[in-house]
């Protein structure tokens, strides 16, 4: 599984949360990684399955003052979730945070 946003990253979503088949040739496969619309699939997704969601930004004043975003999923009662700080877009920290969510993983 890739951690950076694009094709390999939508694939692992795909069959991690949609159990949907994987190829690398795929024109069909979403953008989840990288559009707003792919992003909008995964949170609704995770909501079907009993998750929140909370999105942030920050600026970096260490990195020239990017923009730092992050994306946590979470159960209130169970105390269970799924975070990423630090991504590059939205959609790259829920992607992100959804399958940490799911299993287990912590930040990188």
């Known amino acids: 599984m890739s951690n950076q ?24 496969l979403p953008q989840y990684s990288t559009t ?26 260490l990195h020239d003052g990017r923009t730092l975003y992050h994306a946590r999923f979470f159960r209130r009662i169970e105390g269970h979730y799924g975070e990423y700080d ?3 877009s939205f959609s790259h920290a829920v992607c992100m945070a959804a399958l940490n ?4 993983q912590d930040d990188d």
Do not use: C, Q
Not at 5 to 28: C, E, K, Q, T
């Open 101 to 104: 969510a799911l299993y287990g």
């Open 5 to 28: 946003p694009g094709p390999r990253l939508d694939g692992s979503i795909a069959v991690m949360l949609f159990n949907h088949f994987y190829s690398d040739n795929n024109p069909d």
């Open 36 to 61: 707003w619309e792919g992003m909008g699939l995964i949170v609704e997704e995770m909501k079907l399955r009993g998750f929140d969601v909370a999105l942030e930004s920050s600026t970096d004043p």
């Open 86 to 88: 630090s991504a590059i």
